[in-house]
């Protein structure tokens, strides 16, 4: 199975600054038709996951400009360029190349100073 | 507008058995794979079964295999997590997921298995 490594698994920002989070894949996500299956999910509290970003860098509709996602192989990161309030929540990569499983990162929970 | 509703959550003893329910509006159900994923309390998600968009291919996560059937009607455009012999460690809220990227989730059903 993958295993999905995320890091820091807490992160405390001041509001205004800019956050990253790193996700680090066992094997490469590359998949055989050309495609890095490595998507992001934001958990705000009491709430359902909701997808950020799929395969790799592109924002789902309705995603701030704020949030960007990059990176390639089996290196990945989620760039927050300005933290508001409303980004508070665990923020979790997901693998979908090499599956059954589906694997997911252990979140990195993001926290206001 | 996409919508997922779990239904069938609740307190089972160890050995028993529930069934899920997840009924699906505002997208064409039968061309997507889904999925159920789960969430114990105060951790992280853990992928437990696929399901493809005409139902001929399933998968499990090695935890749940033989104990647990995903299934599908897509003329009720509704998913089914069949669960027997739950365990304790089953215990988690059960998320019902659009697609074989989850491009969405519903709100989650909780499944408690203690005596």
């Known amino acids: 199975d993958v295993v999905m490594t995320q890091s820091p698994l807490s992160l405390p920002v001041t509001l205004g600054q800019p956050a990253s989070i790193s996700c680090r894949s066992s094997?490469?996500?590359?998949?055989?038709?050309?495609?890095?299956?490595l998507h992001w999910f934001q958990q705000r509290p009491g709430q359902s996951p909701r997808r950020l970003i799929y395969?790799?860098?592109n924002r789902d509709s309705g995603v701030p400009d704020r949030f960007s996602g990059s990176g390639s192989g089996t290196d990945f990161t989620l760039k927050i360029s300005r933290v508001e309030a409303e980004d508070v929540g665990v923020y979790y990569c997901?693998?979908?190349?090499?599956?059954?499983?589906?694997?997911f990162g252990q979140g990195t929970r993001l926290e206001i100073k | 507008e996409v919508q997922l509703l779990e239904s069938g959550g609740g307190l089972v003893q160890p050995g028993g058995s529930l069934r899920l329910s997840c009924a699906a509006s505002?997208?064409?159900?039968?061309?997507?794979?889904m999925n159920w994923v789960r969430q114990a309390p105060g951790k992280g998600l853990d992928w437990v079964s696929l399901?493809?968009?005409?139902?001929?291919?399933?998968y499990y996560a090695d935890s749940v295999k033989g104990r647990f059937t995903i299934s599908r009607d897509n003329s009720k455009n509704t998913l089914y997590l069949q669960m027997n012999s739950l365990r304790a460690e089953d215990t988690a809220v059960y998320y019902c997921?659009?697609?074989?990227?989850?491009?969405?989730w519903g709100q989650g059903t909780m499944v408690t298995v203690s005596s």
């Open positions: 997921a659009k697609g074989g990227w989850i491009d969405f």
């Open positions: 395969k790799v860098s």
């Open positions: 997901m693998q979908g190349t090499h599956w059954p499983p589906i694997t």
């Open positions: 505002g997208f064409t159900f039968r061309s997507y794979d």
């Open positions: 399901i493809s968009d005409n139902g001929g291919s399933t």
């Open positions: 094997q490469s996500l590359v998949d055989s038709d050309g495609n890095t299956y």
